[in-house]
Each structure stands twice: as structure tokens, then as C-alpha cells.
């Protein structure tokens, strides 16, 4: 990795969105003039298997073309992942962790191999099912993966997300609305901080 690349790693299940965040923070990030990568590892598709997703985020051209082995942030959108995948593996201390759970950091420390970085959640369950009646925790970890990193201004990711979510539900407008609220309540919500 070179150190001027941001990498980030996803994990989640099937059905979580993992590989949609991944995808809408490269697309975001490009918006702004960054190199981008965003990509998922294609393992068993299907819903609920576990599933990674990767960006790499940089002013440079990217010229690395793999999976991302030490990260410096991770998103754990399923925290019944952390008893089956080692989720820290390469993760730098200098980076953090971002965990969608609505437990509290310091139960959730001992399931994280040691790591000593920083370690934030967001209950974005709680966030998707409030604003949107519906299971969709990949918006509030995308927003919650800017705020960790703060590799992008918020007001300027709100814009483009804004942007890209009207291109992406140009027939469902309201939809748009319930996604920039998820987002911009998300980024209010990280805890660890």
C-alpha cells in the first residue's frame, strides 16, 4: 500500500449491503477528484454467507490491483461475524474499526484479537429500521465509515451522496429523502470517537 492510499475493508453478510457502500464511497470519493477503487470478493453468493468488500481512495492513480490485506479501517457490518472471521487480521493500530452493534465498546474489545486501534460502533440497525422502517445497515456505515476516516469534508459527502442517490432512484424520490436522513443522523451517531 502506498502511503498516500486510503484502504479500507468491509465485512457483512449477503443482504447487508456491503459491496453497495463499498461501490457508493468509491463513487463518491471519484466525485471529489480521488483515484478510486471499490470492489467486493466474490466468495459464496448468497444471503446471509459473509461477504468483503474493499476501497482504496487516493489523490494518485492507483497502480495496486488486489484484495486489501492491511487496511488501515475496517467495517463490520454484522457483529456476529466477529466470532467467525478474523476481522482485525492486518488491520494498522493506527487506523480503527467501525462495528454496527448496539453493545457497548468495551464488550465488544475482548472479540477483537488484541487490536489495539481505535474501536467505534454505530447501531446502524437501529439507525436503517427508525428512519427507513427497513433492515438496510449498509447507509449508516457508509456515512459512519466518513466520519471515522474523515478522509472526505461531511458537507461535501452529504452533496455528492445526495447526487448519486437522485441518479441512482431517479423513479423513487422518496427514497433519496429517508437516505440523506439515515446519512446525515449516522454521522451524529458514531460512538468512540
Known amino acids: 500500500m502506498a502511503k498516500d492510499t486510503l484502504e479500507i475493508r468491509w465485512h457483512g453478510r449477503g443482504g447487508q449491503g456491503v459491496k453497495t457502500a463499498a461501490l457508493l464511497l468509491a463513487d ?17 453468493e448468497r444471503m446471509g ?27 463490520v457490518a454484522d457483529e456476529t461475524l466477529l466470532g467467525t472471521v478474523d476481522v482485525t487480521a492486518g488491520l494498522s ?15 465488544i474489545l475482548p472479540l477483537l484479537n488484541g487490536y ?13 429500521e427508525r428512519i427507513l422502517g427497513k433492515y438496510f445497515p449498509n447507509m449508516p456505515m457508509l456515512a459512519a465509515v466518513v466520519k471515522l476516516t474523515q478522509f472526505m469534508d461531511e458537507g461535501i459527502f ?7 442517490l437522485k441518479h441512482k432512484f431517479a423513479s423513487k424520490p422518496q427514497a433519496v429523502q429517508g437516505n440523506m436522513e439515515v446519512l446525515k443522523c449516522a454521522l451524529g451517531e458514531v460512538r468512540g470517537l
Open 158 to 164: 452529504l452533496e455528492k451522496m445526495e447526487t448519486s
Open 28 to 44: 463518491v470519493a471519484f466525485f471529489t477528484g480521488k483515484y478510486v477503487q471499490g470492489f467486493p470478493e466474490y466468495g459464496p
Open 116 to 128: 489495539t486501534g481505535k474501536v467505534c460502533t454505530i447501531d446502524a440497525v437501529n439507525i436503517s
Open 49 to 75: 454467507a459473509p461477504v468483503t468488500a474493499y476501497n482504496r481512495i487516493s489523490d494518485k492513480p492507483i497502480r495496486i490491483h488486489s484484495n486489501i490485506y492491511t487496511p488501515q479501517y475496517v467495517a
Open 93 to 107: 493500530p493506527e487506523g480503527g474499526i467501525l462495528i454496527n452493534t448496539q453493545r457497548e465498546i468495551s464488550e
